[in-house]
């Protein structure tokens, strides 16, 4: 039943049923997350370092209204420089799949797809959440829930920024998402290394991530679990210059009436703009580290007995 909606690369179906690890890759940040032609370089390179790490990268993106696992460097290419292309949640999937649709993937959606292809580790930049002024608009990041409901990892450099960290984390709390920093105490804020807010658990090694992680399934708690990890200290930015930033973007968005699924793609390009370009190379660099992270749980994952 499946196959009459997803297709899976034959490398990455194979390292599923053989036990070999398999990172999934999200697509926005391909469609909606950069410029081109950067967006493709960058999509090409984590996949690069997710293969030297020793793990099988599985891009995952809509194309036609077929759901891919694995994408092919010319699918990618174009991804990168398609102008209609969707962004595509939990809530799109029937539609973009009965309308031969394309749509890049969010986190909500990756996790989604990850899981029936029996993919249990996922590497992002930045994970959606309760966005500033919710207890008004009630805009709250489906990625959420799907932590709560769907049994793959996600490996990211905390929630984005432009985000409210706090109600985040609480809203996590509630329904029972695990938040792991990696060598950190601290929630980590995309940019930035440091968000004054404490993460659940602290891991130091990638094989306690993976313990903690297989006891959790094993015993039938569903869901997945964030791993928070911190952007390189030489990429991280001025807390003082991203928050200024963040705080311009915001406001031009409100003034603009940019709300829903549009907010988050608008407010990063805005972040780019008004910091000079310097989010971008810091956001690249932040989703390197997670995709190699991510390739050394996945690793120790199926080394578990």
């Known amino acids: 039943m499946i196959d009459k909606y997803v297709d899976i690369l034959p490398e990455i179906a194979e390292a599923v049923k053989t036990g070999k690890p398999v990172v999934a890759l999200e697509s926005t940040i391909i469609s909606h997350g950069m410029p081109y032609p950067r967006n493709v370089e960058t999509a090409l390179n984590v996949e690069r370092i997710v293969r030297e790490k020793g793990a099988v990268p599985a891009t995952i993106a809509v194309l036609g209204g077929r759901l891919k696992v694995g994408l092919k460097p010319e699918e990618i290419e174009v991804l990168g420089q398609a102008r209609h292309v969707m962004k595509a949640s939990r809530r799109d999937l029937p539609f973009m799949i009965t309308k031969k649709l394309d749509g890049g993937t969010t986190v909500a959606s990756t996790m989604i797809i990850a899981a029936i292809a029996g993919i249990k580790v996922f590497a992002t930049g930045g994970i959606g959440g309760v966005h500033r002024g919710a207890s008004e608009s009630f805009d709250i990041s489906s990625d959420l829930q799907e932590l709560a409901r769907t049994n793959v990892a996600v490996v990211c450099a905390g929630v984005k920024s432009i985000l409210d960290i706090g109600l985040t984390l609480e809203y996590l709390e509630t329904y029972g998402v695990p938040v792991v920093g990696f060598q950190t105490d601290e929630m980590p804020a995309f940019y930035t290394r440091k968000s004054g807010f404490r993460v659940d658990y602290r891991a130091d090694s990638p094989e306690e991530i993976?313990?903690?992680?297989?006891?959790?399934?094993?015993?039938?708690?569903?869901?997945?679990?964030?791993?928070?990890?911190?952007?390189?200290?030489?990429?991280?930015?001025?807390?003082?210059?991203?928050?200024?930033?963040?705080?311009?973007?915001?406001?031009?968005?409100?003034?603009?009436g940019i709300k829903g699924k549009d907010s988050t793609p608008y407010l990063l390009n805005r972040v780019k703009e008004i910091t000079g370009g310097v989010s971008l190379e810091s956001n690249i660099q932040l989703v390197y580290s997670n995709a190699g992270l991510a390739a050394d749980i996945a690793k120790q994952?199926?080394?578990l007995p």
Not at 213 to 233: Q, R, S, V
Not at 237 to 242: E, F, H, P, Q, W
Request: glycine share 8%.
């Open 301 to 303: 994952l199926k080394a």
């Open 210 to 256: 993976a313990r903690a992680l297989k006891a959790k399934w094993d015993i039938g708690l569903d869901g997945g679990m964030i791993i928070a990890n911190p952007i390189p200290p030489e990429y991280e930015m001025d807390y003082g210059a991203v928050t200024k930033a963040i705080e311009q973007a915001i406001d031009e968005a409100e003034k603009a």
